[in-house]
């Protein structure tokens, strides 16, 4: 779709095991001003693949990025590597923080879980995922079975281990200039909103919006508030 204004487009990066239906609502309310795109980040086993593939398979006209969780991780990278091909930056529910030793444990049995029982790795991780009064919604839980069940086991393990192996984002922060937005889930287990917080500090700049009654998926616990804030925030990037 044309854009109406000068508005750079939108690159979407998501999160483990999700794909483009973790931001399908998003897409539908920045299509008004602008062109989006959501990053395969299915195929390397690092961050920094990741981020090499996205570099590789994007035009190098700036855009504003936009990183979920994992894609957090990798616009971080993406910032270190070409900072000059991002016009604006989107971080939701990530961390600049590296992985913890509990967090590795807990990610290799999940790994070896998922070897056998798919399923049983989606039954623990929904509750971690999702607001209470959330997670069993069709808009919701469907929506992470379905992205779940079609990208498979073997994705999930691949990218457990790029998450795992991920660098410390916390000294680049400073570097960051362009203009940034940080929006976290008031609820998110996961990434909760004292690392978004240290984000925001630690950006010159930034804005920060906490969602309430919202979990880690914010894009779908909250898709309304998501996107009212996402749209309000690119209208003002330029090209």
């Known amino acids: 779709m044309k854009a109406t204004s000068c508005i750079p487009h939108v690159l979407l990066l998501p999160g483990l095991l999700n794909d483009a239906s973790l931001f399908q609502q998003q897409i539908d309310a920045l299509t008004a001003v602008t062109t989006t795109e959501v990053a395969d980040l299915t195929q390397a086993d690092s961050i920094a693949g990741m981020a090499d593939s996205v570099l590789k398979n994007t035009p190098e006209a700036p855009c504003v990025l936009v990183g979920l969780s994992m894609g957090g991780y990798v616009a971080f990278?993406?910032?270190?590597?070409?900072?000059?091909?991002?016009?604006?930056l989107v971080l939701l529910d990530t961390s600049a923080r590296p992985d913890t030793a509990e967090g590795v444990a807990a990610r290799v049995a999940l790994m070896k879980l998922a070897e056998?029982?798919?399923?049983?790795?989606?039954?623990q991780l929904m509750p971690r995922l999702s607001h209470p009064l959330r997670m069993n919604l069709p808009a919701v839980r469907g929506v992470v079975h379905s992205m779940m069940s079609s990208l498979g086991k073997d994705v999930f393990i691949r990218q457990q281990g790029a998450i795992m192996t991920r660098p410390d984002s916390r000294p680049d922060l400073a570097r960051i200039q362009c203009p940034t937005l940080v929006i976290c889930g008031r609820q998110d287990l996961v990434t909760p909103p004292e690392l978004a917080e240290e984000?925001?500090?630690?950006?010159?700049?930034?804005?920060?919006?906490?969602i309430e009654d919202c979990g880690h998926l914010s894009t779908l616990d909250q898709p309304d508030e998501v996107s009212k804030r996402l749209l309000e925030w690119v209208r003002n990037i330029k090209c």
Do not use: C, K, N, Y
């Open 77 to 88: 990278e993406i910032m270190r590597r070409a900072p000059a091909r991002v016009a604006g």
């Open 116 to 123: 056998t029982d798919l399923e049983a790795v989606f039954e």
């Open 199 to 210: 984000i925001a500090h630690g950006i010159p700049d930034a804005q920060i919006s906490i």
